[in-house]
């Protein structure tokens, strides 16, 4: 088995982002993660809802490393890691009451936030919620000036990274038929969006 791959950021930010989630999990059964990374998310998630069908998914490159925390932990409730790449339409095929995803806009392009808002359109179910943490912009100006630095660094590793704007998300939301709920404030000048998607008229 790989060695466990381990990021002091997803130690740091995992009790604020559980207090978020419990808000808005109480009712859900079927959770996908986009971007489950190293795998201890998904790992801790699962261990404080065991009401939850936790399924961790990303792209192939990073199965090993999930996959070691997933062995290791053995939980009845937490599968996967699902082959996921935003930018293929061939989504997991079930429905899902959530979604959530840490650290992902900023990573990625622009053109696959777009498909990732898509990709969450089309597998939420109705009243279904989307929740979505990371660093944003607001009215296009950066709310810390770590985040800015942080902009910097993200663009000379890939220009077409970034932290978002949340006006922008917002939009793509709308179009994917997802209203934002909330906006919870979180350590370290990061957010957690909510957006729940619309029963159908």
């Known amino acids: 088995m790989p060695m466990k791959p381990f990021a002091d950021s997803s130690e ?3 009790l604020p982002i559980l207090n978020v989630l419990r808000q808005y999990l109480p009712d859900a059964e079927q959770v996908l993660e986009i971007g489950s990374g190293t795998g201890q998310h998904a790992v ?5 809802f ?3 069908h936790w399924h961790a998914s990303d792209r192939e490159e990073n199965h090993p490393g ?5 062995e290791e932990a053995s939980l009845a409730n937490l599968y996967g890691p699902q082959l996921l790449d935003v930018d293929q339409y061939d989504w997991p095929g079930q429905q899902y009451d959530a979604v959530f995803s840490a650290n992902t806009a900023h ?3 622009w053109p696959s936030v777009e498909n990732m808002f898509r990709g969450v359109g089309r597998i939420l179910r109705p009243n279904g919620v989307f929740c979505l943490y990371g660093p944003f912009n607001y009215n296009g100006r950066y709310t810390s000036d770590s985040n800015a630095r942080f ?7 890939n220009p077409e990274s970034g932290v978002r ?4 998300l917002c939009v793509l939301a709308e179009k994917n038929h997802m209203t934002l709920i909330a906006d ?4 370290a000048n990061n957010r957690t969006l909510v957006w729940k998607k619309r029963s159908p008229t």
């Open 12 to 14: 740091q930010n995992k």
């Open 44 to 48: 801790f998630f699962s261990r404080e």
């Open 50 to 52: 065991p009401h939850l």
């Open 66 to 70: 999930i996959t070691a925390w997933i």
């Open 107 to 109: 990573i990625m392009g």
């Open 151 to 157: 902009d910097v660094w993200l663009k000379q590793r």
């Open 165 to 168: 704007d949340f006006e922008a």
């Open 184 to 187: 919870h404030e979180m350590p």
